[in-house]
Nanobody
């Protein structure tokens, strides 16, 4: 049974940091492109970051230089390190898996999804 479970969300002040985790089971993350998406209230789900293998990654312009995606194949887990967060980063963050070897930014391309974790940036 394929499962993705996100954790690490919460309330953080502007300028602070947060690290999200996505633990996978039922498949091997090293064989998939893994992505992080987010959805704010009243908005469409948007691509945040993606990683293929362990060194190929891409980011949305809005988070480039602040967020870092990584994976630990031994733990079958993907991470999103969020630094210098802003109020506009507030959203539910989702982890997703795609069989493609190309990092795709459209949500519909991703096969497996987690349930999401809430990130709120506020003072």
């Amino acid at each position: 049974q394929v499962q993705l479970v996100e954790s690490g969300g919460g309330l953080v002040q502007p300028g602070g940091s947060l690290k999200l985790s996505c633990a996978a089971s039922g498949f091997t993350v090293s064989s998939y492109t893994m992505g992080w998406f987010r959805q704010a209230p009243g908005k469409e789900r948007e691509f945040v970051a993606g990683i293929w293998k362990s060194s190929v990654s891409t980011y949305a312009d809005s988070v480039k230089g602040r967020f870092t995606i990584s994976r630990d194949n031994a733990k079958n887990t993907v991470y999103l390190q969020m630094n210098g967060v802003k109020p506009e980063d507030t959203a539910v963050y989702y982890c997703a898996a795609d069989r493609s070897i190309v990092i795709r930014t459209v949500a519909n391309n991703y096969e497996y999804w987690g349930q999401g974790t809430q990130v709120t940036v506020s003072s």
